[in-house]
């Protein structure tokens, strides 16, 4: 058979109230020359059944059986078994809109020099989950390559279900690792850190659903601390060979919870000058061996380096709007690392 130009890669686990609403939406697809690959992660219930019966109907969707292991591997046996220059995730509890397919195919076609690109979503959880609700806002802002790279240290820059990328970057770079960290967010880290220019379009394309189960809610791979242990180490590269001050930082942000996850850049040889705080009863203190001052002993602009660990619902923000305004400048004087 002749290769498709797109493989859909699905994994699903235990998904037979949702997954053949996300069939439904890859085969409405205005773009239709792709292969449907749902990787069945041994589940226990019907849903290898349900893709079965939709295969039946339609040529294009191909199910693969693994006893279940996760979905690191589900994800790599279906990058294994794909066929086109392209790949594009999807979950088997989200819907994609008609024009996703079609419209990230075009755009990397017309974009060579791109790796991958993803899409706005739409936030498809309750009205409670404030938490993801803010960061699907977060993440519909950030667009351009520019964007991407700068933030990237944040949070994960992409809903993991809208990414259509290169498969030729697994040959490169290697496919989703397993460890204790988000997979997703892994690969984006280490695709960025060899180069690979992403961006996002301006539509929304998916609508990503936020269940009581998602694995970063379950999973305790997806704790916050081995996130943070995981972007630490890529966080150290991107210091080595941008911080004109390597390996002298200052770091912005003195709590607890700050100077712990701060204090891990320190095994990869980077050297915290001080700390910096607004709470007037830390400035003065000397913490960890390192001094706590205000934000008028920042670097000025051009003569250090500054990351900021600020964990509070617009604080990062409010920073900016701070640096900005006294003429410093994303990736030359400071970077946000949380």
Known sequence: MPSPRISVLMPAYNAASTVADAVCSVLDQTFRDFELLAVDDGSGDD?????????????????????????????????????????ARMDADDRCLPARLEQQ??????????????????FGGSAEAGGYARYVDWINTLLTPEQIAR????ESPFAHPSVLFRRSLVEQFGPYADGPFPEDYELWLRWLDNGVSMAKLPDTLLEWSDPPSR???TDVRYSTEHFYTMKTGYLARWLAANNPFHPHVTVIGAGKTSRRRALALQAYGIVIDRWIDVDPRKIGNVVDGIPVCSRQSLPAPGTGFSLAYLAGHGAAEELE???HATNRLACRDYLLAS
Do not use: C, Q
Not at 151 to 154: M, N
């Open 105 to 122: 195919w075009a755009f990397m076609e017309a974009n060579p020099h791109m790796g991958l690109v993803g899409s706005r979503v739409a």
């Open 215 to 217: 694995l970063s809610r």
């Open 151 to 154: 933030e990237r240290f944040r």
């Open 47 to 87: 849903t290898a059944a349900i893709l079965s019966a939709l295969a039946a109907k339609d040529a294009r969707i191909h199910v693969l059986r693994l006893p279940h292991g996760g979905i690191v591997p589900a994800l790599n046996a279906g990058l294994a078994a794909a066929r086109a220059p392209y790949v």
């Open 321 to 323: 709007t701070y640096l």
